[in-house]
């Protein structure tokens, strides 16, 4: 369509040309008439020209190109043909093998893509990221590519006696008007044509030149020539006027300030802060004001001012500031850019533009993986940036738990895992050269506690047979909130319950998930069983139903993670057979323990020791915690980090607590259970489930505790210095060929030789570390104590002789042993070995020890072998008199059994004397069998039981028959008369009750303590145990029993006796007689034997006290003699019988003198007795008198 020719308009339109193709002229350019001139303003930049059109890539192999080329000058375009048309034919690229490749050149017009250029390399002078050769012939095919440029040109048209839709009417021909058009082909092509500016006359006879969309008049213009409407001080679409310097309407910028502007400023310096910078004739002071005036003036285009303020403290810090008209964003932050640049090449500059680190995930838990984000630095920062992360303003090293990495311009740092000692205030610095980007966390980086979820139960079984109702709880640590997924009428808290009601067995299983509020990934499960069958065991709320020898993990209290393992037990109750329970504090430095650097050790140690001083009495009530606190210790043993004075010194108190007296009940635990196997039913979540797995103590944990303190002594630095704590010291000291020294008054070294040169020595001794280590050695004795200090001694050289002194704990232990700890023994359990070390000196209060190797020493002793010069012999001399005085006992009730048996009280007594001095003198052999035991340097646990079950025995066996000696007393002190109980029947009562009943005791309290090895003494002594199984009490108790019946009745039959006075016929006299004789027997031996006892349980008591063992010695040595005496000797039958026995041995061999006196040794009997017991053998006297006496004697 046609423009009608007009006047008094003029139009602003952008002209831009393209290399485009196929493209027809439009009408409007024929009819138009430039009656003006043509301003021409062009703004150039390059860029790649893509082609619309069909254009066919020919290779032809030719060595004329000269020839090619003229021949392709003489060709006529278009070519046209029925199907196609050829416009044009163009040569491209010409590659030509050179020396070593082949070089392939552009035509005018074309060049080298940057990729193909990066490639092959250029041959020539790249024109920016193009190059016109390369240095092979691409793969791909790849041929040079048409290199035009592309201008930006301003075209001012003049149209006199424009109508009034003169601008409507342009808007629409610009519009239809089609592009691209080929002007010049291949030279000049325009691509697009943009209406801007039209200017009009207004009724004033001004002008007012309004923009179209899109464009505004700057602030600058609107301000000069005044906006047609609203305020001045902004952009505007309409000014009154036309500028003479033929600047237009521009495209709306993205954010502009108008108006007079002041923008303050500020870079840093990494320089140290001086006052006298802020002197205008300072040279900084020069060179930076000059280079802020340089760097304002080219980016800020309606710049007023630009003012150095001066310097200031921070570093150093320079402020100004910048008056403008208006502001770009753009050009506020290229110019602040431009002086950074400009400084860095004189300075370090640091930029901080008060950005801050990306946090991911914004809220991290303990334990879990924190990622920060870094950067991008400014543009004018090459790709060759380094980085450096920063906590607390101190450097954080790549380790294995902080690692850096880039991206896309970016820096990481990935924490992983992340811990308390983790927190704090993060800083990312990038450098380039200069130039320091920084950025810091906005806050503190914090952690929060991991959620501990604890269910009760957690997997049961249960007989579903009667209805009844589960209780299912969940629990939750800190100021987390859990749910039982499903039930929302368990609601929601710290602590929430549900009661589940079991109705029918339709149903084998039901499950429950308890979880965590607004953090779903932690959660427990509580799973109930339900089955049919019968159970011993039911009922439990925890551990709920289950038979014999079954296993179920129940939870731990709150402030402990873990399970604890129930068994069912015969008597139908569960009993926590293993408790895996360990405070949660201590597990949580547990898993902090596989993670540690060298950065977050000393922290980490002090923060330990910290926990177990004040947790002291909760881990001594936890083995598992003491094996937890162990293996922490050894996990940083296993790390290569170095031990410092600091860090040992909180190692050495971590320790020493574990030392403590209090500790002394869970390491016997832990150190029986070293070799003992636990089978427990887990399954595969660590729940106990139906499927049984054996799980055996591998590894001793206090042996490992030693290895673990050795490897920090050997990871110690070489300067020499003293650790003081209340359990352990550690001296470190240099010394040089020999050395002499004596720690802490209880261990002395001595060296009396090295390899030479100086060498450093490192000790650490323990005041109470045999609480810890077991005192077993080589030969598994188990009657040895460790009694010296256990002393680690570690040297830098080569010593292979040195010698110890200890000073001896307890002076009343005999047969020391220099010994140290070998690792290696009882399948790696470890154990007290004497290879290499020998006993030099036992004097006084101190042995003396040589060995030919350093590691953890001490001495081991007998215990409780009281050193009382002659005890020995005493002991032995004394058993041996009581053993003979009941083989003369027992012989001699022999010799008088037929004569002393007429009646049922008389026979009975003397079956009571003859087993107490049987059972005494078995026990008494028995007590020599199990003194060689306890003496032998192998000592054989089974025949040391044996002798303790036998003594237990015949001990006991002596004092029952005593009751049956006091039963048979009461029993014919209430009935004299004959009748009632036959002897028989007599005779079985005493045999049940003076064997019958020991032997019942003695087998229980073997049954009940040997299986948890805690039948007899772990000093070695054959006998009961006491301090773990109070088996002691099997003997203690029945005798004490027995000793009180026995004068119970003694006072009983007293009165019946004084109250009793007429005897009325001989029978009965003899009967009297006889219970006098009980009586007598039961009135001396019975507070004899229990004051000899007595005595015998304050040697263990007391085992040190020497004057109990002298006393226990001697009146054991008497109790045989006391009871040949007062159960044999002083009865009348006896002394008769033996009599009689006597006289007619003389009256068969020779004849009586006239003075009656007997030939024999029986004569002192007589004599003995004589006015006493009717013997009055004068000499007148005849034979049947005499037969008469004896007769009446022994109806007495």
Partial sequence: MGLPKASGAMVVFLVIFYNLKNSQSQPVFKEMSFEKSLSIHEREKRADTPSISLDLQVYIRTTDLENLQRVLNTISFPILNSTFNITSINLTTVCVPGLETVQCRCEQNFMWSSEACMTYGSCDDSMGDTCGCINDRPASGEICQ??????????????????????????????????????????????????????????????????????????????????????????????????????FCQPIPDNIQCGTDTANMTVILDLAFDEGFNNEDNALYIITNDIIQVQTEIHITSRISAELLGFTEGSTIILYNVRANSFGMNELRNAQNGILSEMSNLFRVIIDEGETLMVQPPEVFLGGTLNLSCGPPPEFFSPNWSVEWRRNNEPVTEDSV????????????????????????????LIDGNLTFVQTSMSEVTARVTPVITVSPIRITIDCRDPRDVQLSCLVNGDFQVEFVGIPAAGTGQN????????????????????????????????????????????????????????????????SVGEMIAVCRENGQWEIELDLCVLAVIQMLLDRSENLTETTLPLFLATLSAVTMNLTEDVAESPATITAIVQILNNIANTSIAITQETITDILITVGELTRDEMREAWDFLNINDTRNFVINLNSTGNVSTTRIAVQNTESVSSRLLLSVEVFASRLPSDSFDVNTTFAILNKTTFTNTFNGDFNSSVEIDIPESDGGEESLTVITFASMDNVVPPRNEDNASSLFINGRVVIVQSSGDVSNVSFTFEVLNDTLLSPQCVFWNFSLFG??????????????????SVTCACNHLTPFSILMSPFAIDIPGLDILTYIGVGISMA????????????????????????????????????????????????????????????????????????????????????????????????????????????????????????????????????????????????????????????????????????????MLRRRAVRNAAHVAERNVLLVIVRTLLVLTPFFGFTWGLGVGTVVSPANRGIHIAFAFFNSLQGFFILVFGTLLDKKVQSELSISNLSSTFGTKTTSTSGASSTGLGFFRNWRRGRDGYNTSAGTDAVSQSQTVSQSNAS
Avoid at 404 to 421: H, T, V, W
Avoid at 828 to 845: A, I
């Fill in 496 to 559: 929430i319950t549900h009661t589940f009601s079991i109705t029918s067995c339709e149903s084998t299983e039901e499950r429950f998930v308890c979880r965590v509020l607004n953090f779903p990934e932690f959660s427990r499960e509580i799973i109930l069983e339900l089955s049919a069958e019968d159970f011993l065991c039911s009922n439990d709320p925890v551990f709920g139903d289950g038979n014999i020898d079954d296993r179920v993990a129940g939870p731990c209290d709150a402030e």
């Fill in 885 to 1056: 005085s009941l083989v003369i006992c027992l012989i001699i009730e022999g010799y008088v059994w037929r004569k002393i048996r007429k009646n049922n009280t008389s026979y009975l007594r003397h079956v009571s004397i003859i087993n107490i001095a049987l059972s005494l003198l078995v026990a008494n052999i028995w007590f020599i069998v199990g003194a060689a035991i306890s003496d032998s340097e192998r000592q054989d646990l089974d025949s040391c039981s044996a002798a303790t079950f036998f003594i237990h025995l015949f001990y006991l066996a002596l004092f029952f028959w005593m009751l049956a000696s006091a039963l048979l007393l009461l029993y014919r002190t209430l009935n004299p008369f004959e009748g009632g109980l036959s002897k028989k029947a007599m005779l079985a009562i005493g045999f049940v009750i003076g064997y019958g009943s020991p032997l019942l005791i003695a087998t229980i309290t073997v049954a009940v303590t040997a299986p948890n090895e805690e039948y007899t003494r772990r000093n070695g002594i054959c006998w009961l145990n006491y301090d773990e199984s109070k088996a002691l009490l099997a003997f203690v108790v029945p005798v004490l029993t027995i000793i009180g019946i026995n004068l119970l009745i003694l006072l009983m039959v007293m009165y019946k």
């Fill in 402 to 429: 902080h690692s850096f990495s880039r991206m896309n311009g970016m820096a990481f740092l990935i924490i992983s895992p992340f811990f308390d000692f983790n927190i704090g205030l993060y800083e990312c610095r």
């Fill in 146 to 247: 048409t290199n035009l440029t592309q201008k930006e040109i301003d075209l001012v048209l003049n149209i006199p006696n424009a109508p009034n839709n003169f601008f409507a009417q342009f808007r629409e021909d610009i519009a239809d008007f089609r592009l691209p058009l080929d002007i010049i082909p291949y030279s000049l092509i325009l691509t697009d044509l943009i209406f801007t500016t039209g200017c009009s006359l207004n009724p004033d006879g001004g002008r007012q030149c309004q923009c179209e969309d899109g464009f505004l008049w700057s602030c600058e213009r609107c301000d000069t020539f005044g906006a047609c409407r609203g305020n001045t001080a902004e952009q505007c679409d309409c000014i009154n006027g036309l500028p003479s310097d033929d600047v």
């Fill in 828 to 845: 790696e359990l470890g154990g007290w070995d004497s290879e290499g070390c020998e006993l030099v000196m036992h004097v006084n209060e």
